[in-house]
């Protein structure tokens, strides 16, 4: 019969659990606990012992309880009570009691007994005392009701000796990562007595006074979830509901309880031979002993241990000399490893056998055993098997296979690669192409495949306002006629005499007269984009034309919008990097180390350089990097060329299918120039006559969004 060991969380131990029972009870009280644990001791009688817990005010009903068969452990549930012992740990140590955990966990309080034997308990309930006998004979629970007030804050309730009706909810079954099976129960009451142990060949958990409804009560057939467990049978027993689990196998399986939900989890047991008990707990798992020697012979001392353990030991014939001893209640393999450790002697386990001797010898034994291994593989006839890659190449698989830093096969085994079929023929050992064959079914599978596609948003608003004016007084003596506006020029006619303006004098004799510039201010709008300023001009002069005065206004607006939206997207295997590339390589001539000059050539592109990894969760892991380049100007004199970049290089995690922002860069530019006369060009009103105004507000906008997506989950779950 399999040794399979049951695990329970009962309580967390450490100085966490320390600290959460020195803080609960302020917690406890502030969220309407009405009860506290004020001591807890024990008295023997006969057999027995009887555990006595002490409230500070009267328990009503019976409190809920339940008991685990490994380790030996019974836990009683009281809700809405604080532990007001100053401690989380009663040392007990009478009879099958050894201690007394108090746990304190959503507003209720968990008393978990430690005991050396699994052992039945029963309850009675007596005001403000709760006593449990353990060693009677089955489960009974007692409730005396008592007049006692309820403190302050308290809602008294009527007692009752009858039980609320609990039911099972719902019965499921699910496979864990690891290959456990866990049976799942909902219960309607997170207060439900569960009581669970082994039983032979199967795992027996009863619900006590549990009702099971009639849609429930079935056999279930769980041997298609490739679990240790085969059948899971619920049924009602009584006022009790039985659920019965059928494991195969070698397993373990241990309990735990999540507010209503009760899971009860069996895991696979790979079978160790070389340890004392099989399965994943750690520490000393033996049945207590104690031993008192004194000057004992170890030869003898190893006999009684394993008369204890009805295992077969072998002793070396070097194994001398005496110990003195004296243990207490100690498992058995602790007290082997003390005895073992004391006297420099070591074990090794195969099945039932237990061979004890000096490590020395021991170690010696072993290495003569390697070097007879050894040398039978290289006697070792050798054969020779063709292995066909469909997913990697063979090349590579052989450069694997040969690895001098980790060499797969032995120092007698080649290969050979056959690239039109894609073959490896290895010649080696039977055990050495056993492993070869492994290694291929582990590297030689389809590689799941990746689109990545990314989104390059560019987004400009760009204004632009030019404001200028020209303004010039002229005075001219004589002419024919007159052409008005700024820059006049006066027709043929007779004319003798001078023509003047304010900052610019000129005279002029002749048939002809013209006032060229007229203007001592001169500030008109700049052109925008190639485009020239709008004007508008006027002229005053009097009835002889002899005096001129002329006022120029020109402005030019300009309001642009532009969106650049670019999406490069590309295809490849998991972890294997792609690259995609668009744009332009611009020539131009660069100096050599002689003198002489050369084309060189830039690249002004837009790419998307990605290496994608898939998580065993589906999601994306991408290390990413992304360039959108153009080109400015070319700089004179050979210096090479000027590229306006804008580029992201970052690691992210994508869900598969979803979309994230890399990254963005946003600016703005804004400047206003102001270009005047002194003193006349900040006279209110009248100062835009002799001033120049230009602004200038661009905002620019850079978005990066990037989406990846599995192109096909049939290959992505091969692959995991």
Known sequence: MTDNRTTIVAAKQGAGAFLLALLMPAIVWAQGAVNSIERIDATQTGTSVVLTIQLKAPFSGIPASFSVANPARIAIDLPQTVNNLGRNVVEINQGDLRSVNV???????????????????????????????????????????????????AVATAASAVPAVRTLRAIDFRRGPDGEG????????????????????????????????????????????????????AFAQGANTR???????????????????FVVEVKPIKEDPTRLFQ??????????????????????????????????IITSDSVTGSITLRLKDVPWDQALDIILQSKGLDMRKNGNVIIVAPREELAAKEKLELEARNQIADLEPLRTESFVVNYQKAEDVRKLLVDEKQRLLSKRGSVVVDQRTNQLFVQDTAARLEEVRRLLQRIDIPVPQVMIEARIVEADDRFSQNLGARFGFARVTSNQWLNAGPGSSFGPGTVGGSSGNIGNTTTVSGPNVSVTNPNFVNLPAAGIGGFPASTIGLTLFNSSVTRLLNLELSALEADGRGKIISSPRVITADKVKALIEQGTEIPYQAATSSGATQIQFRKAVLKLEVTPQITPEGAIFLDVKVNRDSPSAIATGGAGVAIDTKAVQTQVLVENGGTVVLGGIYEQRERTTITKVPLLGDVPVLGWLFRNRGRIDERTELMIFITPRIVSERVAAAGR
Request: hydrophobic share 40%; net charge neutral; charged share 20%.
């Open 103 to 153: 746990v304190q966990a959503q507003g209720r309080s968990r008393l978990v007994l430690n005991l050396r034997r699994a052992v039945a308990h029963a309850i009675t309930v007596e005001g403000s005392t709760i006593q449990v006998a353990l060693g009677a004979t089955g489960d009974t629970t007692t409730f005396r009701p008592t007049e006692a007030p309820t403190p302050s804050g």
């Open 182 to 233: 866990r049976v799942v129960v909902d219960l309607s009451d997170p207060n439900t007595s569960v009581d669970i142990r082994q039983q032979g060949n199967q795992v027996i958990v009863d619900f006590l006074n549990t009702a099971l409804p009639e849609a429930l009560r079935r056999r279930l057939d769980v041997t298609d979830f490739g679990t240790p467990v085969a059948m899971v049978n």
């Open 243 to 261: 659920l019965v689990i059928e494991p195969r196998g070698l397993w373990e399986h241990n309990a735990y309880q999540s507010d209503t939900r």
């Open 279 to 312: 399965g994943t707990r750690q520490g000393y798992q033996g049945e207590r002993l104690s031993l008192n020697f004194q000057n004992v012979d170890v030869r003898s001392l190893l006999q009684v241990i394993a008369d204890f353990t009805n295992l077969n």
